[in-house]
């Protein structure tokens, strides 16, 4: 068991930066997952920390020991790939085995070590069988039992769910939590699925571009985003975005979205604006479950107008409305029961108690407690 | 017949519906017709040699018909499985095929090995020069090889010309170029992730290999090995050009030359010759025939 820390990694590929200057720190038994769309270096940092990849600039440590320059298989680490990475020709115990049998472990420790973490991962009957004879999950089993009995000072999960359909996903991601909350180890878990870093994480480090833009626990990000990207990165539908600014009038602030419509903001947010400049181009973000539709009783800082639904898609507990404000598409999330029919009008309401005000040039969060 | 009992009935287009296992049908029967077509093709030589080795030298002298044994006799057998010489031929070809197979497979699997995943500098241009090499004919390469040999053995003393051992360091020219170009097309087909896996585990590059690669691309392997030893078992000019002496001659060689004098050929003997020859490499193929084609393919469709 140990903690993780990055200082300044810097990985360049010729000309290319892919990770540009990331600090880090992963405490002890923590879980991490470094979430991030395809290109934005979350996969190469994780290869860095296996010792795959090797370190342009900076210091990866391990335990408090650097390992810029220590193989990876000095480094104590495991790690689950994407494509499960089983040695074909061997069994699912030879395949657990292999790592312990490589370092001459005595059998009997080989045993009881490949035989607890069958236990644990629920594969004791399938410990004779090739993966060929396996089926996806039983394979990703197979994969984190090998990285189980090493019992490693970190995991590193490289997509570990990406091949499996959506039901089993599901499930192997309670699986995963559940063995992490029995080892104990320090896990660094790279996905591009937002809603695996939220379920599994501790803290979610969110990628862009080669840099860090937000760290977080995952209830953190969603409600207090930092950027424009990890507003509109984590959350499923995404946080609408339209172009607004802030008025004064008299004692009372304003959010104009378009000539016709205006809100007050709430008391509470107009604190936190009070430093803003007025009459600047700025974006407001608000998460499709604070536009539903209208009740008959009003509330404080819940606005309601009126739109023209575009689609609406049934989910079952709720229904996702489509609708644009002069041209810019917005999503509500409303209740099934609610009449909400395409190319008919609709009276929606916005819960402003929960906006972000953004910088529409630098995607910053203005105004963050 | 059911097809045309729903083109009376239905509408005129139906009847292209009964069409696609009629295209299979003939698509069958074209197949089947050159298969055959192929096999008479290639089997008929052989056939001929079996017929030839059956006959005595007055049966094969006489007019009759050649494609028929009227007075089948094993002597062409006997006469050579007791000759002292051609046993010593296959004894030769023997040794000069398993020992090239196995330097073909020491030189040629951690070179495929090295160059398919050790990504050095210069790496990929010199795995497409090994295989440029292999495209050199070994006729265009016996005259200097044959100069450098006898340079070897005027400055050192060594005489390796008309010895039967050094084929052992020309066969491998033809064998070690098409086995690494295999291997290394097979290496490079198991995923990154494996080695990548291996090397977590602690495994060093050699133990990868030994321990995952090898075993992973055993088809390859195997594939590769049939094909030093029928390259090996097959080589006609080098040891025509580098082995004289009657008692350091290779099989096709040895027939050739000891079975040929002057202007007489004694066919039954050459084809008998031949033909059990030809044994050794039939067999293994046979046996090992399914991992051959694995290995060839395997490429293609693993992506």
Known sequence: ?369 | MSTLAIDKAGPRRKVKYGSISRNRTWALRWSYFFLVLFAIFSLTPPFYMLITSLKSSGEIAAATNPWWVFHPTLSNYIELLSSNQYLRFFLNSAMVSVVVVIITMLISVPAAFALARMKFWGSAVLATGVFLTYLIPDSLLFIPLFKMFAAIGDLTGIQLINRWYVLLFLYPTLTVPFCTWIMIGYFASIPKELDEAAIIDGASWFQTLTRIFIPVALPGLIAATIFAFTVSWAQFLYPLVFTTSTDQLVLPVGIITTLVKGDVFSWGQIMTGALLGAAPPLIIYAFLMDYYIAGLTAGATKG
């Open chain 1, 1 to 369: 068991m140990a903690e993780v820390n990055l200082r300044k990694v810097v990985k360049r590929y010729d000309d290319v930066e892919a990770v540009r200057g990331i600090d880090l720190d992963i405490a002890d038994h923590e879980f991490i997952v470094l979430v991030g769309p395809s290109g934005c270096g979350k996969s190469t940092t994780l290869r860095m920390i296996a010792g795959l990849e090797d370190i342009s600039d900076g210091d990866i440590m391990i335990g408090g020991d650097v390992v810029n320059d220590v193989p990876p298989k000095d480094r104590d680490i495991a790690m689950v790939f994407q494509n499960y990475a089983l040695y074909p020709h061997m069994t699912v115990a030879e395949n657990m085995s292999f790592g312990l049998r490589l370092k001459h472990y005595p059998k009997a420790e080989i045993k009881a070590r490949v035989t607890e973490a069958a236990r644990l991962l629920d594969i004791t009957d399938l410990i004779e069988r090739k993966p060929k004879q396996l089926s996806g999950g039983q394979r990703q089993r197979v994969a984190m039992g090998r990285a189980i009995v090493r019992n490693p000072k970190v995991f590193l999960f490289d997509e570990p769910l990406s091949n499996l359909d959506a039901k089993l996903r599901v499930q192997m991601r309670i699986e995963i939590k559940k063995v992490h909350q029995k080892v104990r180890t320090t896990t660094v878990y790279v996905t591009h699925d937002q809603v695996e870093a939220m379920t599994l994480a501790d803290r979610v480090v969110v990628m862009n571009k080669g840099r860090i833009e937000q760290i977080g626990a995952p209830n953190e990000l969603y409600h207090n985003p930092a950027t424009r990207f990890v507003a509109g990165f984590i959350g499923s539908p995404a946080m609408n975005f339209l172009p607004c600014r802030l008025e004064e009038s008299g004692d009372k602030l304003n959010i104009r979205l378009t000539d016709r419509l205006g809100f007050a903001v709430p008391p509470l947010r107009a604190q936190r604006y009070k430093n803003i400049p007025r009459n600047e181009k700025l974006l407001m973000g608000i998460r499709p479950e604070h536009i539903t539709e209208a009740r008959p009783h009003a509330e404080p800082g819940v606005e309601p107008f009126d739109a023209t639904l575009d689609v609406t898609e049934p989910m079952g507990m709720e229904t996702l409305v489509y609708f644009s404000l002069e041209g810019t598409p917005l999503c509500g999330r409303v209740n099934p029961n609610a009449a909400a029919r395409v190319g008919s009008a609709m009276r929606l309401a916005v819960d402003l108690n929960n906006m972000h005000l953004l910088d529409q040039a630098s995607g910053a969060v203005l105004g963050r407690p």
